[in-house]
């Protein structure tokens, strides 16, 4: 059982992915974008982050950033729209190159998500 | 007079008209006769880059749109794919929803694979090519679709080439052949044969633009495509197909995927008789003994270096 921030801020996407983690064992907080997912890695400490990248507020790409600037080495998984860049200068490969450890597609099912955290837990 | 063959490919029509015209300047009449064809094929050539240009130009708008809804639909597919699969977990084995969640989960597959389909027109930018052998590409891509189109149509592949590089990814090469195959076989009631065939080519209109290049070319026996379509058929969404039958958009991915790699196509097609569309490429210039690999590659390069001279 792992403890799972969720960051989405598609509430009905959210709810559906806290579900799915719940029924594969795992406990759920979730955060409707980048600023509100600090303040709660904060206070709940998750051991691992499955974050949309498209976020309002703060992007989940700002979100990720700061985590590392701040030393906090939670492994994160980033949910990708479809599209392979996210940006003109950010794409999925840059993501992994910034310390994601796996990479969603929406939309996935229960075997991907499964696979998506084993990856991001491998060796913790 | 200018004769030139009326089967000939506009870059040799071009290039022999030029010719001829040089060849006649001094001498009266003909000339006159060569430059008010060659006026006439400047009017076609503008003709067809406003066509091209008016392709593009759906495209990108295309590819903004594309962007921006992509992401948000994806999402509502997500909830939508997530909640239905959890219900099938839920449910008992002889449960009657399960085929009503089964029918969601696969309409909802495929309308993932019509967004990745309308997203290769959102960023074609962000494309690294390296250079792919085309031979292999088409043979295996072959191979997976004659098992998919049924066993009415026959695929025939032929070749002199051992080696032809290109610079693209490798499903640039794979999503032409796919899309022109498909087109050719609802063409013919995925019945008879297609001939696909790769050539070496020129490309270039004139002896300063000339490259060594392939030709990649599907005919089919079918249908045909009417004149008044074929101006609009490269068109995103367009189509002649029934309802539920095609999505309009493979051949417009077959255009944008030729012209990010920097070749063109070419349609010729009769009504009732078939249509043959050809896909022009640069060949990919590489370090000199990698292409050794090919003797008729190397053959053939010699010839073409041969020809800019």
Redesign the interface.
Known sequence: MTHVLVVED?L??RQ??A??LK?EGHTVVVAGDGEEALQLVTRHKPRLIIT?I?LPRKDGIDMIMELAQSGIDTPVIAIS?????ISADF?LESALLMGVKSIL??????VDLRQAVSVALAGR | MCSIPENAPPSHRRASCVQVERQTAAHDGEGDACRSCLNKLDAHYTDLLNQRLGQSQALEVLGALS?GV??????????????A??GL?ELPEHSPCRQNLQQILAA?LRA?EL??RI?LF??PH?CRRITVDTVPVIQETLSLLNSLLGPGLRLNFSSDLEYAPVSAETGHIQQIVMNLCINAADATDHKGTVEIRLDLTTLGDTPEERKPGVCLSVSDKGSGIHPDLQERIFDPFFTTKDLGMGSGLGLSVVYDTVTQIGGHIELSSTPGDGSTFRIYLPLAVEKENSLKTSTAVDRNLIDFAGEGQ
Do not use: C, W, Y
């Open positions: 598609d009905q996407f559906m992915l579900q799915m029924l949309d498209l729209g479809g599209r392979r860049a794409n597609k929406k939309p996935f099912n229960r | 962007a992509a992401h948000d639909f994806n999402t509502l597919l997500g909830t939508i794919v997530g909640h699969e959890m977990d909802s993932r967004i990745a997203l959102s960023a962000q």
